[in-house]
């Protein structure tokens, strides 16, 4: 048995695999949640015996499926907080989860082509940056800088790397690219080699990097084993905190590499002084996004820690993924969601605020106006495109419309909300505003207003549902199509695919079983929306 030093602080679980996590690892079990903090790691070796584990990740190797059930109860014992294990065959991995459901520790699942050597590299990479908190704070999140890093590596598809402002390296993405000398010396080193140092101060790049909000490159040096660079400052005010670098790898720059470098720049520096401006975990600041969106929060309480006038105006967007029964897998997305939109929407206002709020990400924009429009959709369609590459999943994002003062960001958030409620039917929408979707907003509100008042729904709605499941017909899709197409029959026969004297009957036939009579213009319209109700309540598309 291996084990490493523990460092005070360490990282939660949570911040550990979103590190580490796909394509390596997936979770099959969080028995105790994500934000228990992992301290350490340990190798457990079926020839090793099983010893004490307090907070650390134990890496099973040499036993995988059943064979491992028992190894992950003593690392259980020994205090571990997770087991990392190649699950073997399905129904063998559904025996480890229940071992490790039972036993209390989160399960690991790591994938079939994972060297145990790369993936132990990984995770000493992301719990060795926790002994760095040590100089800051321990409350300053260095697994987030390390998930910064590697947003930025995606946003750039670059190597990146973080660096204090005496060229310290706090944190790096990990990069299956070539890298060149001078990150392998970095890295290995966690400071930048003196030599290349000295180089870069004769070229002036240190002064660009301190003297403003600047993307600077640095050309490829082939002669020196140095390739193509990014680099920006992270500031605060005046004060050069550190810098972000990015080496070029196989591939060229992304096109919008510098803009995701300004917006990580802006977040770098938020987490660099978190530890001064806000010491106490759970503090005020962390309320105000969900007091600002609730509108619980003071205006003037918001705008004085942002630096800016109450009578800013604000828009609000707000992004949703869909729900899925693994609940630590969707946090993590999640988590994901919220970095990959911080870096866009810093670059874009410096004073942006982001968080979550159950399971949804807000953006809060300071200073847009409805001349913006254009420019916020712009940014919201970039965040979906990129969330849905980086996450794997459909997202989608609702735009709320300007309002005037940071103290009705409320009504922008509800607005948002209520644009994403109405995509839920349209699954293809990617980015919507509430004048896109108007129609289906009200409709959908309309509905649930008559979903919380069963005593004002009509009997005959209720008899064709009734004659439907008796009979094996479909009087209330026929006559949903017929009322849709506004009584056009061939129209809804076509949609229905089949014959409009078959359609007409149905109808009649609908007529008969309800009772409604269709040739009231109110009361055709009261059976369509309990039509609609119906079908939406057996989740079905109307």
């Known amino acids: 048995m291996v084990e490493d030093a523990r460092p005070a ?6 911040q550990l695999l979103v590190s580490i996590g796909e394509p390596l690892v997936d979770l099959h079990v969080a028995a105790t949640g994500l934000d228990l903090r992992v301290r350490g790691m340990s190798i457990l070796d079926p020839d090793d015996e099983p010893g004490g584990y307090p907070a650390e990740l134990v890496l099973v190797i040499g036993a995988r499926g059943r064979d491992a059930i028992r190894f992950v109860r003593a690392a259980a014992r020994g205090g571990a907080v997770a087991a990392a294990v190649k699950a073997g065959p399905e129904g063998q991995a559904d025996e480890l989860r229940e071992a490790a459901a039972e036993a209390g520790i989160a ?5 079939p082509g994972v060297r145990w050597e790369q993936l132990e590299t990984l995770v000493r990479e992301v719990l060795d940056s926790a002994i760095l908190s040590a100089g800051f704070g321990e409350d300053l999140p260095y697994g987030d800088l390390f998930s910064l890093a590697q947003t930025v590596a995606v946003l750039t598809g670059g190597s990146v790397s973080i660096e204090d402002a005496g060229n310290r390296v706090l944190a790096y ?7 060149d000398e001078l990150r392998r010396l970095s890295i290995l080193g966690w400071e930048g080699p003196e030599a290349y140092l000295a180089m ?3 070229w002036g790049i240190f002064q660009r990097l301190r003297s403003g909000e600047e993307v600077v490159r640095i050309d490829e040096h082939p002669e020196l084993g140095i390739r193509r660079r990014l680099a920006i400052g992270i500031r605060a005010g005046s004060h050069h905190l550190g810098t972000i670098w990015v080496q070029e790898g196989r591939e060229p720059f992304a096109d919008r590499a510098e803009r995701a470098l300004v917006g990580a720049s802006r977040m770098a520096a938020v987490q660099l002084l978190r530890h001064r401006s806000d010491p106490h975990p759970g503090g005020p600041g962390r309320e105000l996004l969900p007091g600002l969106l609730e509108g619980r929060a ?7 820690h942002l630096g800016l006038d109450p009578a800013t105006p604000a828009s609000v967007l707000a992004f949703a993924l869909p729900a899925e029964p693994d609940l630590p897998a969707h946090e993590l997305r999640l988590v994901e969601t919220g970095t990959v939109v911080s870096v866009h929407v810093t670059s874009f206002r410096r004073a942006a605020l982001v968080g979550t709020l159950g399971s949804r990400v807000y953006a809060v924009l300071p200073d847009v106006t409805a001349r913006q429009e254009r420019a916020v959709r712009t940014l919201a369609t970039d965040i979906v ?9 459909r997202v989608q994002a609702g735009i709320g419309s300007p309002v005037a003062t940071l103290g009705e ?3 922008s958030r509800a607005e948002a909300d209520r644009v994403l409620d109405a995509m839920v039917r349209r699954p293809q929408a990617r980015v919507a505003t509430i004048a896109e979707l108007r129609a289906e907003v009200l409709l959908g509100e309309t509905l649930s207003l008559l979903a919380g008042k069963p005593d004002l729904r009509d009997p005959g709605v209720a008899a064709l549902r009734e004659h439907d499941t008796a009979h094996g017909s479909d009087l209330v899709g026929s006559l949903l199509a017929y009322l849709d197409a506004m009584g056009d029959v061939r129209s809804a026969a076509g949609r229905l695919h089949i014959h409009p004297n078959t359609l007409r009957h149905r109808v009649r036939r609908a007529r008969t079983v309800s009772g409604i009579d269709l040739d009231d213009p109110r009361a055709r ?5 309990q039509l609609l109700l119906a079908v939406r309540a057996d989740g079905g598309a109307a």
């Open 9 to 14: 602080g360490g990282v939660t679980l949570r």
């Open 107 to 111: 399960l690991l699942a790591v994938r």
């Open 173 to 179: 993405s990990r990069s299956d690219d070539e890298v």
């Open 200 to 202: 870069l101060r004769e």
């Open 298 to 304: 003071s205006a003037d309480l918001v705008a004085g």
């Open 385 to 393: 495109d990129v969330l849905r590459r980086r996450v794997g999943t």
């Open 409 to 411: 960001v409320a009504t």
């Open 525 to 529: 319209l009261s059976c369509h929306l």
